[in-house]
């Protein structure tokens, strides 16, 4: 059976401040993508990133950088110098390529960063 | 690319009333179709999710049910509603590959269910 993990259920930062949201993973299939997903407060949630796992290289985009790492099963995202804009819940989510149509989300981390 | 488009955004409805929330997907073709649930401070719950029209898999068992009329329709329904249906529904459909890479969800701009 597939499930995702977060953790952490919430968490506060002062701007300009680094923080990381952790995601763990179960699978065990070889085949399979993870996914970022951030909701602010409009509650639409909107995609982030994507990674597969045969892509184990790490990625920067902005201020946003995401290590996915096999061996402990995580696919962690990490926000540099947060800004209140970066208030909301994010959700991380796996796909299991082989024989399902199921995504399969963690129960998502609240960020709150303050001012 | 494709667009998600879900109504009602916002529902108030009596316990015991009938219910109905439309989804509809514009710019692809044959998308398998999503409903998630996310009740108030939780994660998203996967209800009901669809391969082709007529074709629904039910993930949970509830006085929900999905249908797929058309390629690009996907239909919540409930005959009766309960308390416990309360919370933001979801409607989601994969990105295209190629262009758009491979199987991440878009999802629409929710329809929010407050059930008195």
């Known amino acids: 059976a597939q499930k995702v993990t977060q953790a952490q259920t919430e968490i506060s930062v002062v701007e300009k401040e680094d923080v990381t949201l952790d995601c763990v993973y179960e699978?065990?299939?070889?085949?399979?993508?993870l996914f970022w997903y951030k909701q602010p407060p409009s509650g639409e949630l909107v995609f982030l990133i994507r990674?597969?796992?045969?892509?184990?290289q790490n990625e920067i985009s902005g201020r946003y950088s995401w290590n996915f790492q096999k061996s402990t099963s995580s696919f962690n995202f990490t926000i540099t110098a947060s800004q209140v804009v970066d208030s909301a819940v994010y959700f991380c989510?796996?796909?299991?390529?082989?024989?399902?149509?199921?995504?399969?989300f963690g129960t998502g981390t609240r960020l709150k960063v303050l001012a | 690319s494709q667009t998600i488009h879900q109504w009602p955004a916002t529902l108030v409805q009596p316990v015991g009333s009938p219910l109905s929330l439309e989804c509809t997907v514009e710019g692809t073709s044959n998308p398998n179709l999503y409903w998630y649930r996310q009740a108030a401070g939780r994660g998203l719950q996967l209800l009901f999710y669809?391969?082709?029209?007529g074709q629904i898999s039910s993930e949970v068992p509830q006085n929900l049910s999905a249908s797929r009329p058309q390629d690009r329709q996907f239909i919540l329904s409930s005959k009766k509603l309960l308390l416990s249906d309360s919370g933001f529904y979801l409607c989601?459909?994969?990105?295209?590959?190629?262009?758009w890479g491979t199987g991440e969800l878009f999802f629409g701009e929710g329809s929010r269910l407050t059930v008195l």
């Open positions: 989510a796996l796909w299991v390529t082989s024989g399902t149509y199921k995504y399969i």
């Open positions: 990674r597969n796992s045969f892509d184990e």
């Open positions: 669809s391969v082709g029209i």
């Open positions: 699978t065990r299939d070889t085949t399979y993508y």
């Open positions: 989601a459909c994969p990105g295209k590959r190629g262009a």
